[in-house]
């Protein structure tokens, strides 16, 4: 079975400034994605951005970027001029071949004013 | 985006109770649809993967006779928590995934809150 770490249970960022989220996998597939989703209070889990791991260039969307090391089976996500409306728990995912999906731990994230 | 729509969103039974949610994508059909469980501050559980036409694959753990589902057609899939008792009050999460050729992802219902009393 595949599995997803996320390391850091909570961490806090300060409006319009930068933070990190961590995530490592463990697999054997060659060919799979990696997804962060997230989920706001409102519970609805939401698509922030995907990665396929054949593409060696790093997927952004907007403010949100990832660094992709697939040697050392890490996808951590970047979050640019932190916003309010970033505040949620942020989940780290995997897809294999066996198109299941495995969640991390989640990393609940806190934009201060 | 594609859109999954879950109901209810929150429900609240007496103990011995049976609860059925529903889970209907709304613009396109999903062969498989997954079924998660979530307690707070948690992550996702999976519980059992919906085919269409065909019997659900569940979790090790995950009792079957209690967590029915039926996936009767692309576009709905159902779980009924039969006999309901306390310890399966939750957030009930549905999913689905558009077929081969489009793009992974996993598309989310709303989630159901379930209270049994």
């Known amino acids: 079975a595949q599995t997803v770490t996320q390391s850091q249970p909570e961490m806090s960022v300060q409006e319009a400034e930068t933070v990190t989220l961590s995530c490592t996998y463990d697999t054997s597939e060659n060919n799979y994605y990696l997804f962060w989703y997230k989920q706001p209070p409102s519970r609805q889990m939401i698509l922030v951005i995907r990665?396929?791991?054949?593409?060696?260039q790093n997927a952004t969307e907007n403010r949100f970027s990832v660094n992709f090391q697939k040697a050392a089976k890490s996808f951590s996500l970047k979050i640019s001029d932190s916003q309010l409306g970033d505040t949620a728990m942020y989940f780290c995912a995997f897809m294999g071949t066996g198109n299941q999906f495995y969640f991390g731990t989640g990393t609940s994230l806190t934009v201060i004013p | 985006g594609a859109v999954v729509s879950q109901h209810p969103s929150w429900v609240i039974c007496k103990s011995g109770t049976s609860v059925k949610i529903e889970c209907r994508s709304l613009d396109f059909q999903a062969t498989t649809m997954f079924w998660y469980r979530q307690f707070p501050k948690q992550s996702l559980m999976l519980m059992a993967t919906?085919?269409?036409?065909?019997?659900?694959?569940?979790e090790q753990g995950v009792e079957k006779d209690k967590f029915l589902i039926n996936h009767a057609s692309l576009t709905l899939s159902t779980l009924t928590v039969t006999s309901a008792h306390p310890e399966d009050s939750s957030f009930y999460i549905c999913?689905?995934?558009?077929?081969?050729?489009?793009?992974?992802?996993?598309?989310f219902g709303s989630g159901t809150q379930l209270s049994v009393l």
């Open positions: 919906s085919n269409e036409g065909s019997k659900a694959t569940y």
């Open positions: 990665q396929e791991a054949y593409k060696q």
């Open positions: 999913s689905a995934s558009r077929g081969a050729g489009e793009p992974p992802e996993l598309f």
